[in-house]
């Protein structure tokens, strides 16, 4: 039997949000179909930080790995959906320690909002520091989020991100979770392999177990 899939990627279009200041999908066709030519050829320019992404710790860190130097293993196998909406500004403990067990994946999602906004959210939601470093201390390899950030929008200081910098963490962001239960899954959410990006769009899904 095929296994259910769950896409946990947004639509990426010229309205998708973005972080203030930051690049917005755009696209232009340099070819189209007709007498003189066979094909439909575009050239699209956005940030790497459009849609569902994966950070490189270039992003963080200034001699850090470019996303394509970066291990893929942590993007692929088991994870945990975790529920935590309406926590507030941040994901403290106790708001996920509830599906937190000995068996906990090495991969953690979790959804902080009934529905994924349409547009820039100012007030997301982001990881608590001691969060990640408690998550990271059970094993865990990779933490995702369905907000634009692990760390709030005002953050100058981005101390989540500088957990995941010192502990070796990866990260996704901008996740759709909206149609999927608390639970494990198994996370397919691979990087392209830009040479010197400081991110990469990633078409994340959810497989069933079984």
Known sequence: MTRQIWDISPAIHPAAPVFPGDTPYSQEWCATIGPAC??????????PHVGAHADAPLHYDA????????????????????????????????????AV???LPARVLVRTY???????????????????????????????IDTASIDPASSKSLDSHMVIRA??????????LDAVAEGDYELIALPLKL????????????????
């Open 38 to 47: 066979p094909v439909n050829v575009s050239a699209i320019h956005m940030s």
């Open 63 to 98: 001699q850090g790995a470019a996303i394509g130097a970066v291990d893929l293993n942590a993007f692929l196998g088991p994870c945990r959906v975790i529920h935590a909406i309406g926590c507030g500004p941040l994901i403290e403990w106790q708001h996920i320690e509830h």
């Open 195 to 210: 040479s010197e990006a400081d991110a990469s769009p990633v078409r994340a899904v959810l497989r069933a177990l079984r």
């Open 114 to 144: 009934q529905n994924a906004p349409t547009v820039w959210d100012p007030g997301l939601a982001a990881y608590a520091p001691e969060t990640v470093k408690k998550l990271a201390d059970l094993g865990v390899q990779l933490i995702g």
């Open 101 to 103: 067990d000995a068996d």
């Open 167 to 176: 502990r070796g963490l990866r990260v996704l962001e901008n996740l759709v």
